[in-house]
């Protein structure tokens, strides 16, 4: 009978791959991972990187923009608070032009006016975390730093990408708000304020009242482009969680070990190095062609 020459060395190489299959399962076992580098499984492991990216991505933009909430929420409620105080102003306007006011009166109502022209700079300069809310790109300066309604910000829209790639608006910024061609707030108070500063109040007091209204309804036009940016970006935030969720579970059906069947080749790979083992040992102990 022929014998193979390489009869040992070929049980001696399968003892090794025996020994290194424990090693693998116990590690399994270990880590409750199926895939702990990328030679146990080349295409899960590249899969693995890729999830784990997008996994990032979707966390990262999530806490993201719970801050941009907040920040578009304050936005939100200084303009609705500028809404309330240019309404106020239609209303002192529209009283002082009836025709009853006497000096005092019409005097009074200027600087009323002027007040609120006041505040509504005040809401202009808001910050939020240290940031100017309407100062466009430049957050970290003042964008009315007077009355006069000079505009120092930038004109820059800040925006951000969600993990499918949409594009949400996060800002308005002053100069578009507050001091734009044809619907210029500040400049509007102001005309008011002069309007009814002497006695009797000027010609162009009326209209300057109606250029007012005007005036208020294109703010609270520019208050929808923010309360659209908090609807979407909310509902960005619930998809991109959503997703992560939704990968994370992939993700570990991917790489998670499956226990029971690991156990049973562990056990197995134990049983086939003992076997081994014995048939070496008992190779050592004579020549092979005595167990022929």
């Known amino acids: 009978m022929r014998v193979n020459p390489l009869y040992v060395s070929n049980l001696v190489e399968a003892l090794d791959q025996t020994v290194v299959t424990q090693q693998q399962l116990t590690q399994q076992l270990a880590s409750g991972k199926r895939v702990n580098s990328?030679?146990?499984?080349?295409?899960?492991?590249?899969?693995?990187?890729?999830?784990?990216?997008?996994?990032?991505?979707?966390?990262t933009f999530t806490r993201t923009s719970t801050s941009i909430q907040g920040m578009l929420q304050v936005t939100d409620t200084a303009l609705g608070s500028v809404v309330s105080r240019l309404t106020a102003a239609i209303a002192l306007a529209t009283a002082a032009n009836n025709g009853t006011m006497n000096a005092a009166n019409l005097q009074s109502i200027s600087a009323q006016i002027a007040g609120i022209r006041d505040e509504v700079i005040s809401l202009a300069n808001t910050s939020y975390l240290g940031v100017y809310l309407f100062a466009g790109s430049m957050g970290s300066t003042v964008p009315f730093p007077t009355a006069t309604g000079g505009y120092q910000g930038g004109s820059t829209v800040n925006t951000i990408k969600t993990p499918n790639g949409q594009s949400i608006q996060l800002n308005v910024t002053g100069d578009q708000i507050f001091t734009a061609p044809g619907n210029d707030v500040l400049n509007t108070l102001n005309q008011l304020v002069a309007d009814f500063a002497g006695y009797p109040a000027a010609a162009t007091a009326a209209a300057d009242t109606q250029k007012l209204t005007s005036v208020l309804n294109y703010v609270g036009g520019q208050r929808v482009v923010i309360d659209n940016s908090i609807t979407r970006l909310s509902s960005a935030q619930g998809a991109a969680q959503s997703e992560a969720t939704q990968l994370l579970s992939a993700q570990t059906e991917l790489i998670q070990a499956d226990y029971a069947k690991v156990a049973t080749g562990l056990s197995a790979a134990q049983t086939q190095q003992a076997a081994l083992s014995q048939v070496i040992a008992k190779l050592g102990k004579g020549s092979l062609f005595d167990y022929l």
């Open 38 to 59: 990328p030679s146990d499984d080349p295409v899960a492991s590249g899969q693995n990187v890729l999830l784990s990216n997008q996994i990032s991505k979707d966390d």
